[in-house]
């Protein structure tokens, strides 16, 4: 019984913390290329928002909202009837049933990731070597992506450990 939680436990992680990381590096980054803009200013307040937010009111929100409308299914990692059904249709009830365990768990991480992104990458463009490649004419997402995203790595890179950890410390309520 331990195998089964810790394996669905290690699979919820991975996929909750690979998502949360696909979207606050292309938003983070983004965000910091436009400081003071609209993208910037309601990418700050979302993160504000979903900061304040206790993961306890965000799941038992997105639990009400599936419950009053039948749109997914709660509870469990899989559907009775599970092992009859076809190899596509089985993947399709384990994505169902992932729907809102992965998007608590993204949700949840998400503005910190996006915070940090943005503040390493602003820390960088304001740097002499940043302002020379746009004296060079590199262009902006280029300058962003290339040039700045791996000179900012190296606290992301410490950051992701640490999510990796904060998202396996969290327990598996889904059979």
Not at 6 to 13: E, G, P, Q, S, V
């Amino acid at each position: 019984m331990l195998i089964l939680r810790a394996r669905n436990t290690l699979f919820l992680t991975t996929l909750a913390t690979g998502l949360a990381w696909l979207v606050a590096v292309p938003l983070g980054v983004w965000t910091a290329g436009h400081p003071g803009k609209w993208v910037d200013r309601i990418s700050m307040g979302g993160t504000s928002l979903l900061l304040s937010v206790p993961e306890l009111v965000l799941v038992l929100g997105l639990l009400y909202v599936v419950i009053r409308t039948h749109a997914l299914p709660v509870g469990g990692m899989m559907s009775t009837g599970f092992e009859q059904l076809g190899p596509w249709e089985k993947v399709w009830d384990l994505v169902l049933h992932l729907v809102v365990p992965v998007s608590t768990l993204t949700l949840a991480s998400l503005p910190i990731l996006v915070r940090h992104v943005r503040a390493s990458m602003i820390e960088i463009l304001g740097t002499p070597f940043m302002q020379s490649g746009r004296a060079h004419g590199i262009g902006n997402m280029r300058l962003l992506f290339r040039h700045a995203l791996p000179a900012a790595a190296n606290p992301l890179i410490s950051l992701f450990g640490l999510s990796v950890g904060a998202c396996s410390a969290v327990r598996s309520w889904w059979k």
